[in-house]
């Protein structure tokens, strides 16, 4: 039973490091994709109630977009937004955040689009809120077991 245990225990601690290093990489670049799949920090209000800030969001690319999709969009491969779309029109987007007054100033080109949400993760920003007492509780486990 105590192999099973360490076994499991060092399976969440090589998760943990790889969400640690995952981030360390992310924040030199825009994004950095596995298997279409990227996970991000929110760092504004604009798409209040539904994301607030420090909420860590996983999104997909995707074929295809549609109205209300809440998106992820690159803006001159300078910065990210995540805003939903509120119209869709042949070869481009208008987005709008949640909390703002009017929609964005700029179209969102296909190409443009990093992915859409797929998922809103309370245990990831936890983990990531919290990581050294993560990491500081496994270790602890791993010693009494």
Known sequence: MRKI???LLSIIIS???SLAIYYGVNANGLTTKLYGYTTLIVSSGSMQPELMVGDVII???CDSYNKNDIITFNVDNQYLVTHRII???ENHYITKGDNNNSAD???VLEEQIEGKLIHNSKVLKFIYNNW???ILAIV???IIF
Do not use: P
């Open 59 to 61: 999104i997909k690319e």
């Open 105 to 107: 100033d700029n179209i």
């Open 5 to 7: 245990i360490r076994i």
């Open 87 to 89: 119209e869709k029109n």
């Open 140 to 142: 602890v486990l791993l």
């Open 132 to 134: 050294i007492l993560v």
């Open 15 to 17: 998760i943990i490091l």
